[in-house]
């Protein structure tokens, strides 16, 4: 079989079936996954001729994947349960609230800014294993805590893991591949000085198409979870969500400008925080109004799950209480191993020197191995040993914790141990791995999107990086998979290959959004299960938002600020969220104001 259009079709069908049960049917993933699985198993035997061998040895690959994953949601969790235990979540709460008990203003201070650090620190994942439970904490709806954590894990992605996808992802993706020496030469660059200049383009997307993604948040969360579902209450806090916005955007340039791709998103998520955080405490473009969500007692069943919200476990503080430093204390420990792990070199080395896995699975050259001690799971769990003796917890409430970490984690276990495995049979097909000349799954779906885009394909090209992301769960693996792909469709249509290569970057940060792995552990964290259609049907709006820009942008930064299809495509993409904002403002206008809303109090600056 040769006919591209038909296999990019048949490459298409296990991802359209997870995403109509998922999305379409509300299916719980630990039910969509397995039919997933089932259903790539047949087409890669059948249409593509992977021998079984292959199958069996692609799905023990994803198996061990999938343990990594669980080890990481399981410090998560325990993190969690630990501080709730010890009364710390009170402490911390209250941080946020003399801030402000604005839950717009918490949203972007804590997802956008705190999340932005943190995956600037760690990547793949870890934001929302970080900020989810947190906003849990603070008496977000589980859903919208997990909403939350996924829009973030867009802008700061392409620079996540101290700039992994970049120097991993997009370097490794093109290291060796035809053309790419030759167009490094030619504008007098080396390789690593020309995967630079890609970052830098990257960055540049960014920080056009993320700085109104905390405005999407505070309208989506007004709108889905509001009193009265207001949009509009979002726009309300326009002021310094742009603020919030900028705040991550610019200095997340320059740090890539003048010190490179790796500290990007970890200092310019630290900077963002801290400028926001003084602001705010100083009262600079705070709304007027204070904004929450309704009383609990209103909250749909299916915006909570299996962890109570706010003050719903045991978080008020033992006697004496605990104080501010001790209660932050494991967070920023949390953040200080993050960096230092990711950052020195012989350290780094030694904690990746112990793996768990097999690089020759059943003698196929397939392999993976987890590091646990350089994984975050081990950050997570030895915060964990450490707080026990910082808060004096008792030991009845450390066995507790323990407890409610693993009855928590079942959840999560089926779906990602059948959607790990599906994404490398996906992956590991094509004519290195049976008896076909045909490409692998993905690479027959982007070059069947490549042939429709045609001279128009940057517009197109941060979608088949989404993609890549949604069925590998990573950034970095998108980019190993696409950028060489996209390099050569960009020389074929005579474009700058380094600005299509940057769309496909940012693409794939965008597809983080959507990527079924994260979902399902950052609902897991929440104790959210069976709920990830649901969060996946919000969390696409901002992605589609997101992967318009980007490609228009880059059309734009490609073929000039003409009259063009680029410009075009911009135009209609602002006037369609004008418009939106528009009608979502004028059809509320005549609503009665939510009985959630209400005089903001003055702020306290300097107040703990």
């Known amino acids: 079989m040769d006919n591209l259009a038909l296999l990019s079709l048949l490459a298409l069908t296990p991802i359209l079936l997870v995403g109509v049960l998922l999305v379409g049917f509300r299916l719980p993933a630990m039910y969509a996954m397995p039919a997933g699985y089932v259903l790539v198993v047949a087409i890669a035997v059948l249409f593509w001729r992977t021998d ?109 893991a101290v700039g992994t996808p970049i120097l991993v ?121 204070i904004w929450d969500f309704p009383p609990r007692e209103d909250w749909l069943s299916r915006w909570t799950g299996g962890i109570e919200s706010g003050n719903g476990q045991d978080t008020a503080p033992r006697a004496g209480g605990i104080g501010f430093l001790n209660a932050w204390a494991p967070y920023l420990v949390v953040a200080a191993l993050l960096i230092v792990t990711r950052t020195v070199e012989p350290l780094k080395e030694w904690l990746e020197g112990l793996t768990l896995g097999h690089d020759d699975i059943l003698g196929t050259s397939i392999g993976d191995a987890v590091a646990p001690l350089y994984s975050p799971g081990a950050t997570f769990i030895l915060v964990c040993l450490l707080t026990y003796g910082l808060h004096r917890m008792r030991v009845r ?62 517009l197109f090209a941060p979608w088949i990086g989404a993609l890549g992301a949604f069925v590998a769960g990573s950034n970095t693996v998108s980019n190993l998979m696409f950028a060489l792909f996209q390099h050569s469709t960009a020389e074929r249509i005579g474009v700058p290959p380094e600005t299509v290569v940057a769309a496909q970057a940012a693409g794939g940060a965008a597809g983080n959004m959507i990527t079924v792995h994260n979902v399902v552990a950052a609902s897991a964290v929440v104790g959210l299960v069976g709920r990830e259609g649901d969060v996946l ?41 004008a418009a939106v904002f528009w009608w979502l403002k004028h059809r509320d206008r005549d609503k009665p104001a939510p009985v959630t809303m209400r005089e903001a109090e003055p702020v306290q600056g300097g107040r703990e």
């Open 397 to 458: 409430d450390i066995v507790d914790s323990w407890k409610m970490a693993g009855s928590q984690l079942l959840g999560a276990a089926v779906a990602l141990l059948f959607a790990v495995p599906l994404v490398r049979v996906f992956i590991n097909t094509g004519s290195e791995f049976g008896a076909t000349s045909l490409e692998s799954m993905p690479l027959t779906l982007a070059t069947g999107a490549a042939e429709l885009g045609g001279h128009h394909w940057p």
């Open 169 to 289: 992802g997009v370097a490794g993706g093109l290291d060796g591949g035809g053309g790419v020496s030759e167009r490094a030469a030619a504008l007098d660059m080396s390789f690593t000085e020309y995967v630079g200049q890609i970052g830098l383009q990257t960055v540049a997307l960014h920080s056009i198409a993320g700085t109104l993604v905390p405005l999407l948040i505070c309208c989506m969360l007004c709108g889905f979870y509001g009193e009265n579902r207001r949009f509009s209450d979002g726009l309300a806090v326009w002021r310094f969500a742009l603020f919030g916005g900028l705040a991550l955007t610019i200095p997340s340039f320059l740090y890539n400008y003048f010190l490179g791709v790796e500290f990007t998103s970890l200092l310019g998520g630290l900077t963002g925080l801290i400028i926001v955080v003084l602001a705010a405490r100083k009262g600079f473009l705070m709304p007027k109004k």
């Open 52 to 160: 079984w061998m292959t199958v069996a040895a692609s799905t023990l690959q994803g198996l061990i994947l999938a343990a990594g994953l669980l080890y990481i949601i399981f410090g998560a969790l325990l993190l969690l349960s630990t501080l709730t235990k010890s009364g710390a979540i009170a402490t911390i709460r209250r941080t946020f609230t003399d801030i402000t008990p604005d839950r717009r203003v918490q949203a972007i201070i804590i997802g956008w800014l705190f999340g932005s650090f943190i995956e600037g620190a760690s990547g793949f994942g870890t934001p929302a294993a970080v900020v989810a439970p947190l906003m849990l904490a603070l008496g977000f709806p589980a859903m919208a805590a997990v909403m939350v954590g996924m829009v973030i894990q867009s802008t700061s992605v392409s620079f996540g």
């Open 537 to 577: 049907r919000q969390s696409v709006l901002a992605m589609i938002y997101y992967l318009l820009v980007v490609g228009s942008v880059t059309y734009l930064f490609i073929h000039g600020f003409g009259a063009n299809a680029g410009l075009l495509l911009l135009a209609l993409t602002i006037a369609g969220l």
